[in-house]
């Protein structure tokens, strides 16, 4: 390599493989965004998590945060990057408050700790991924957005 133009095609070669790597944060790859919003009983359900449990155990799961007003953003490994294609169950988790929670009600400071037993605003059917009613195709042709509407 001592002419100049072996160097500099050596040197292309490698920037050119810097590049096609990538330097991360490009999500993973082959995700499809999706969007969405929980209705439960007629209003916006503001706190839980909505999960794409994958039916094939090859998938990937999938989460959103559900927001103030019932929105989530799915994702896979980083934030909003989405959910791989194939088949899913969707759950919905969201916890009902118990009172002796910390950080939850009022409870006095020299009380015992209660035993905590936490239920679900949803029924339980749509917590488990086998009983769930919601499921979801992932593909392609996905809209993009779904909404959930539990009785």
């Known amino acids: 390599m001592n002419s100049p133009w072996s160097r500099s095609q050596w040197l292309f070669c490698?920037?050119?493989?810097?590049?096609?790597s990538g330097c991360g944060g490009s999500g993973l790859p082959g995700t499809v965004p999706i969007r969405?919003?929980?209705v439960f009983q007629g209003k916006p359900l503001a706190t839980g998590t909505v999960l794409y449990s994958p039916v094939d155990a090859k998938?990937?799961?999938a989460r959103g945060e559900l927001q103030s007003d019932g929105t989530f953003?799915?994702?896979t490994l980083e934030a909003d990057d989405g959910a791989l294609p194939?088949?899913?169950?969707v759950v919905i988790l969201a916890y009902a408050p118990h009172p002796g929670e910390?950080?939850?009600?009022?409870?006095?400071?020299?009380?015992?700790?209660?035993?905590i037993e936490r239920g679900f605003i949803v029924p339980e059917?749509?917590?488990?991924?086998?009983e769930t009613p919601?499921?979801?195709?992932?593909?392609?042709?996905?809209?993009?957005y779904r909404e959930w509407l539990i009785e």
């Open 14 to 20: 490698v920037l050119s493989l810097v590049a096609l």
């Open 36 to 38: 969405g919003k929980v």
């Open 59 to 61: 998938g990937r799961q």
């Open 73 to 75: 953003t799915l994702t």
């Open 86 to 89: 194939g088949e899913y169950q």
């Open 102 to 115: 910390p950080g939850r009600g009022d409870v006095p400071a020299d009380a015992p700790p209660p035993k």
């Open 125 to 130: 059917k749509y917590t488990i991924p086998e």
């Open 134 to 144: 919601f499921q979801d195709t992932v593909d392609d042709q996905h809209p993009g």
